[in-house]
């Protein structure tokens, strides 16, 4: 099924969660979009690599936790060091007051700050002289979090810190 192959080239070239409406787009027909999806993802069920649902009418191609620490230190970082271990520690502590990420992270927070939020990552609010800073729906789907498991997040973001 060839609308199978567009779909799996696409995601594996995106590096991102894709929406179905940009698969379609980009020439998959729409009647055949659903069933080509769950068997690519069927195919990918005993494979180092997934294929999931991240978020509302997405999905991605990505690494199953179980294999992602053996291959990170081949993938190219995409974040640098300092931006990821500042993202992390916003995440962690979340929703957080930049003037608190200021007493853990340093002056640098003001440009890490606004660096994230350029790439979507997190988002900010005004509160009194500062800004409460807290990660954006983008940051969950593009390390393949679930919203809803917090927990899990602090886990693995812990884990990362420790190795730094």
Do not use: C
Not at 46 to 73: C, N, P, T
Not at 76 to 81: A, D, H, I, R, V
Not at 131 to 155: M, R, W
Request: net charge positive; glycine share 4%.
């Amino acid at each position: 099924m060839e609308a199978k192959r567009i779909i799996e080239a696409i995601l594996f070239a995106a590096g991102r969660p894709v929406t179905k409406e940009e698969i379609i787009k980009a020439g998959v027909k729409k009647k055949e979009f659903d069933e080509a999806i769950k068997e690519l993802m069927k195919e990918y069920e005993d494979s180092a690599i997934e294929i999931i649902s991240a978020g509302e009418g997405k999905f991605v191609m990505q690494l199953r936790e179980k294999y992602a620490h053996y291959a990170a230190k081949f993938a190219p970082m995409e974040l640098p060091k300092s931006l990821l271990k500042t993202l992390a520690i916003i995440a962690y502590h979340q929703p957080v007051k930049q003037s608190e990420l200021k007493k853990i992270v340093g002056s640098q927070i003001y440009e890490h700050v606004r660096e994230l939020k350029k790439r979507g990552f997190i988002k900010t609010r005004k509160e009194g002289r500062t800004k409460i800073v807290e990660t954006s729906q983008y940051f969950y789907e593009y390390f393949g979090f679930d919203v809803k498991n917090k927990e899990k997040i602090k886990e693995v973001l812990y884990k990362k810190l420790e190795r730094e």
